[in-house]
């Protein structure tokens, strides 16, 4: 451990003490043969045949490699279903150079293209970690929750918070576009996608202005593929698991593009049956902290879910100047679950004074439909405007049953009838106006308005002893909420030889409007607030010489309460156990502040500083009757201190690994039922192995670790982590790839920890049914268009500024 370390201290300084040479950058812009932009092309950068350097080429279609020195270089551009270009006698004089390539569609079928170049698991470009999910054997037949626990810095909660590294409160957008989802229902909708449709994650800890300013700690994007060869293709994939029960993952993808229209079409279903275990075992005190009674509770969840989602788009390019975009999406999902509990209440000394068996089952359907519209028009060779509306319909209905019965001659039996329906719609408009000064200079600004409505309806009802079934106006609940928002950004790049400079500043506006409707136990009630702020973000960044970068960024952000969680409605979790709403939930409000060094592709080490107020926890309260209630609310702050390094290398031909270790200092400090502080030092590990063991054979090793953690202020998790391996061959000629993976081997993810409340403490376990072996075939198919014969890339080069 000791020897790594210096070795990557080493890796950190080596090299500052040499003379700083003058280096430049080359800007390769990806098209095809109607100088349409390839945004995902790779291109690599070749001097006396040694790779010196790659990147990916973005949505204009410009890959960027920096920290080039003057020289003679070959340069590689390829893209699946296009036919590879290569670049000989490149000379790089004292200037950047600017070079366009274009790509032909490969004539032959899709089945017989071969591409040279693949994307690596994990790539870093300034400002955000991209997961490229392709690239791993791994994640065969798995969902994008399982995908996401895999990520470098992101973690999952038993509470289903998403955080990315080791802070809690992320914005998950799909597409670009916000999911307006929390907590049960992100992860509801998130595990219904297969990771067969995604092209790439984007893991961004300090986004731009021109992003929603929510998200504490920054965003993750979630982008599905669209395929953007001429013709008519598309890729199938089947995938089968066994894990304690069977489970399937399959996908569809087809792209029709020919002429001026583009239309791609993707259908996902999985069905999957799980089984999970918690144990608790809560102990009460008196003033003196002695045991008075302790409460053990073993639960078993056995679940059955079925997903189907569907997603059909379309592009049309009006003129060359003026496109127009289309796109409508759709999910079913249906979950079932059958559960039981006991409640063993027992003295001090371990004897059982009485015992409750709970039998529960339910059924949460969730239909999802959305629609997009919008135009990109290019009102002149360095202006852009962009126009898009987005409406959204979430439907969720959860019918609940528990019955719980007590033994002894004090017995009973009680039962529990919930129906609890949401309705949530979203609808939003936003328009972005693009303008390059210069060949280096970018101003960007926009403006975008949403407004969100729901209707959550919680009916629940109570028998005692197999009698007559009343209602329970105490735990039943009507709730409205209405939310706008108004938002205005503007921001602005310049590169200068050495230095890239970005700043932006975005305002946002909220209002809403909650109504909770009485009945003959509670009364009616409504409540109204506005706030704004102005939230400034930028970055500078500095090419020391062809092997240093320094990079420092500082942004502020804010994280709304999900308007579920200000509804004050109740929530049974068990006889013992319940979840209630907030309606005084406030903002939390973050400022992040980073420094980050990069040497050459090799090492990457980020020192960063977070401060929030009014820090969101999840709350565990104690109510007279010895229940405890979950909530969540504001408890004061937080100083988030975090140094990472990442190293991405080739130790050998055959073998790439990418690692990065994150430590994380946390500082919490809030009002619960007292002046309430805590702090924790925790350490998180991903690694992630890629072998070539054949021409033909390819297999991964990964894992992930995270020691003794702290997301809430109350509740302490011990060390928990994952191990998986997986191998990838392609047969058919090439046109099929089998894979074989197999998830956390020994079965070591879960989560166990300790949680204080108000006289009482718990100890929890939670297993998980992640141990699973996946077998999939993905087959690709279809027919390019053959295209007119182009002059050669070379021919098409130009260069600037020589």
Known sequence: MKKSFLVLLLGFFMGTSAAWAQTYQLIIKVSDEKQLPIEGGVVELF?????????ISKKNGEAVIANVKPGVYELAA???????????????????????????VAVNELAQVTVQATKPFIQREQGKLIVNPDASPTNNGTTVVELLEKSPGVMIDRNNGISLRNKSGVLVLIDDKPTYLQGADLITMLSSMNTSQVEKIELITNPSAKYDAAGNS??????????????????????????????????????????????????????????????????YFNAARSPIAILEQPTVFNNTNLNNTLKYGTEFAATDKLSFVF??????????????????????????????????KSENRFTTGTMSIGSRHKLSKTQQLTIDADAARYDLNNEQYFQSDRT????????????????????????????????????????????IDTDNDAGYAVSMNNGVWKPDYGKSN??????????????????????????????????????QLGNVVVKDSSFSRNYDGFFPSGFVTWEADSA??????????????????LNPFVNIINKYTLERGNPFFRPQFTWNFELSHQYKQLLHTTISYSLIRDYFSQLFLTDPDGSLVYTQGNVGRMHNYTFSMMLTTKPAKWWSLNTEAIYTYKKLIGYVWNNYRSDISQLTFNMNNQFRISKKISAELSGTYTGRSRNDLQELLYPFGQLNAGFSMPVMKN?????????????????EGLTDFKDAEEYFIVRRDSRVITASFSYRFGKTTKAAKQKSATEEMRRVEL
């Open 735 to 751: 046109s099929g790839t089998l894979r074989l993976s197999f998830r956390d081997i020994f079965k070591t993810f879960w989560m």
């Open 408 to 451: 002894g001659s004090q017995g009973y039996t009680i039962g529990t009838l919930g129906n609890i329906p949401s309705l949530i719609k979203i609808f939003s408009v936003n328009s972005n106006y693009t303008q390059e000064m210069g060949r280096n200079g970018k101003l960007e600004a926009g403006i975008k308005t949403s407004k």
């Open 548 to 565: 240093h970068t320094f990079s420092v960024s500082v942004g502020r952000r804010i994280d709304r309460p999900n308007f579920q969680r």
């Open 218 to 283: 920054g965003i993750i994007n979630i982008k599905t593929k669209k395929v953007k060869q001429i013709g008519f293709n598309g890729n199938l994939t089947m995938a089968a698991a066994m894990g304690v029960h069977p489970r399937t993952n399959n996908s569809l993808l087809l792209n029709y593009r020919k002429n001026k229209w583009s239309h791609y079409f993707s259908y996902g279903i999985n069905y999957a049956k799980t089984k999970m275990t918690i144990y608790a075992l809560r102990t």
């Open 478 to 515: 009507h709730f409205i909420y209405g939310e706008k928002i108004h938002a205005a950004f503007g921001m602005y790049e310049q590169k200068f030889k050495k230095l890239t400079v970005q700043a932006g500043l975005r305002y946002e506006y909220t209002h809403y409007d909650a109504h």
């Open 327 to 360: 796109s409508v999406s759709g999910s079913l999902i249906n979950r079932k679950a059958r559960n039981t509990a006991t409640a063993d209440w027992l003295s001090p000394s371990g004897t059982i004074d009485s015992s409750i068996f709970t039998s529960s």
């Open 47 to 55: 001097a006396k045949d040694n790779k010196t350097g790659n990147a």
């Open 78 to 104: 390829s893209f699946t279903g296009y036919e590879p270009q290569r670049l000989k006698n490149i000379t790089l004089t004292n200037a950047d150079l600017y070079l366009e390539i274009k790509l032909k």
